[in-house]
């Protein structure tokens, strides 16, 4: 069982530092951090890299409209270097409105721009000519990186739910992150990628599976809250994160609790439609139970295929954190 943090920096970054650092201790692989309209995920990166040894950085995700391909590829030839080859470019999409109306980039064709992105990415860092003839991206004067390269691949992970990106992060990807994807459906997922990459003459590719992984212990404290608390991301992503995952939820089996959550959010009756999301969909989706019990979800996660659960890192200080992590990785 592999397991990671998601860990973004906070105004009190030194702290958030000492919990990656205890994460790193006590066996955790991977440390992510995204990025949306909040604080840039490169210096945070930074800081990770010099202060850590062991854990695998990486982004979780960054949008491929705010840089331009050839700009993260200078940033991740550095961090490579810094890191000594610890690092992994996590992309995605992002939205329309971020992207329009944060970024003031208009956001076109999302998918063949992340394809064209990885392409020039992959080609920089591996020393090559830019060379490139796209749809977006056009390039002929031959410009190489101007600064060493630690190694000639850096993995790129995708943030893909459809099937039309699914299928293309396995041509052009080496990992995947999920996002409220059913623990049923990890080999069906590996399934997809790697007969893509097949298809794509990549041959057999080793594509990790690193889905967020949403974690709630209950200690008879406060259980019905807990429950509520599981059930709020999959009500968000259902009724306010646009088409894309409500669709890919019905896809994966769950077209009665979508249906009923958001007709009932189309009546402004939003408890009936939190308690449309049901425990069984909560169960399939995310990690809830007692310590015993969660360790045993997580355990079986990984056996159905997911070879890098990442988890949010646990609030409050490092010691309280430090305890609540331990409790997950060590049994």
Same mark, same amino acid.
């Given at each position: 069982?592999?397991?990671?943090? +998601? @860990?973004?920096?906070?105004? &009190?970054?030194?702290?958030?530092?000492?919990?990656?650092?205890?994460?790193?201790?006590?066996?955790?692989?991977?440390?992510?951090?995204?990025?949306?309209?909040?604080?840039? !995920?490169?210096?945070? +990166?930074?800081?990770?890299?010099?202060?850590? !040894?062991?854990?695998?950085?990486?982004?979780?995700?960054?949008?491929?409209?705010?840089?331009?391909?050839?700009?993260?590829?200078?940033?991740?030839?550095?961090? &490579?270097?810094? !890191? @000594?080859?610890?690092?992994?470019? =996590? +992309?995605?999409?992002?939205?329309?409105?971020?992207?329009?109306?944060?970024?003031?980039?208009?956001?076109?064709?999302?998918? *063949? *721009?992340?394809?064209?992105?990885?392409?020039?990415?992959? $080609?920089?860092?591996?020393?090559?000519?830019?060379?490139?003839?796209? &749809?977006?991206? !056009?390039?002929?004067?031959?410009?190489?990186?101007?600064?060493?390269?630690?190694?000639?691949?850096? #993995?790129?992970?995708?943030?893909?739910?459809?099937?039309?990106?699914?299928?293309?992060?396995?041509?052009?990807?080496?990992?995947?992150?999920?996002?409220?994807?059913?623990?049923? +459906?990890?080999?069906?997922?590996?399934?997809?990628?790697?007969?893509?990459?097949?298809?794509?003459?990549?041959?057999?590719?080793?594509?990790?599976?690193?889905?967020?992984?949403?974690?709630?212990?209950?200690?008879?404290? &406060?259980?019905?809250?807990?429950?509520?608390?599981?059930?709020? #991301?999959?009500?968000?992503?259902?009724?306010?994160?646009?088409?894309?995952?409500?669709?890919?939820?019905?896809?994966?089996?769950?077209?009665?609790?979508?249906?009923?959550?958001?007709?009932?959010?189309?009546?402004?009756?939003?408890?009936? $439609?939190?308690?449309?999301?049901?425990? $069984? %969909?909560?169960?399939?989706?995310?990690?809830? =139970?007692?310590?015993?019990?969660?360790?045993?979800?997580?355990?079986?996660?990984?056996?159905?295929?997911?070879?890098?659960?990442?988890?949010? %890192?646990?609030?409050?200080?490092?010691?309280?954190?430090?305890?609540?992590?331990?409790?997950?990785?060590?049994?």
């Amino acid at each position: 069982m592999r397991l990671g943090v +998601l @860990a973004g920096i906070s105004s &009190d970054w030194q702290t958030d530092l000492e919990k990656v650092k205890i994460a790193e201790d006590l066996g955790y692989e991977f440390v992510g951090t995204g990025e949306a309209w909040g604080a840039s !995920s490169i210096p945070w +990166l930074t800081a990770i890299a010099l202060n850590t !040894s062991k854990i695998q950085i990486g982004t979780t995700i960054l949008n491929v409209f705010s840089r331009t391909p050839s700009a993260m590829a200078q940033d991740y030839a550095v961090l &490579d270097q810094l !890191s @000594a080859g610890r690092m992994v470019l =996590g +992309l995605g999409s992002s939205g329309k409105n971020v992207i329009e109306q944060f970024h003031g980039v208009p956001f076109k064709k999302p998918l *063949r *721009r992340l394809r064209e992105y990885t392409e020039i990415f992959n $080609s920089l860092i591996a020393g090559e000519k830019l060379e490139y003839d796209g &749809d977006i991206f !056009s390039m002929d004067r031959g410009f190489r990186l101007n600064y060493p390269s630690y190694r000639e691949h850096i #993995p790129v992970w995708i943030a893909a739910i459809t099937p039309k990106s699914i299928a293309q992060t396995g041509e052009i990807g080496d990992g995947i992150f999920p996002i409220h994807w059913p623990k049923r +459906l990890f080999e069906d997922l590996r399934g997809q990628l790697t007969g893509a990459a097949a298809q794509a003459g990549r041959g057999e590719v080793e594509m990790t599976i690193a889905p967020f992984t949403r974690v709630y212990v209950l200690d008879g404290s &406060d259980d019905a809250a807990q429950w509520a608390d599981a059930r709020e #991301p999959l009500h968000y992503y259902v009724n306010r994160m646009g088409t894309f995952y409500y669709e890919m939820l019905e896809r994966h089996g769950f077209e009665a609790e979508v249906g009923e959550s958001r007709a009932r959010w189309a009546e402004r009756d939003a408890e009936a $439609s939190k308690a449309a999301i049901s425990e $069984s %969909m909560v169960r399939e989706i995310q990690v809830i =139970g007692h310590i015993e019990e969660v360790r045993a979800q997580l355990a079986e996660r990984s056996a159905l295929g997911a070879d890098l659960q990442l988890i949010q %890192m646990p609030p409050g200080g490092p010691g309280e954190a430090g305890r609540k992590l331990e409790e997950l990785i060590k049994g």
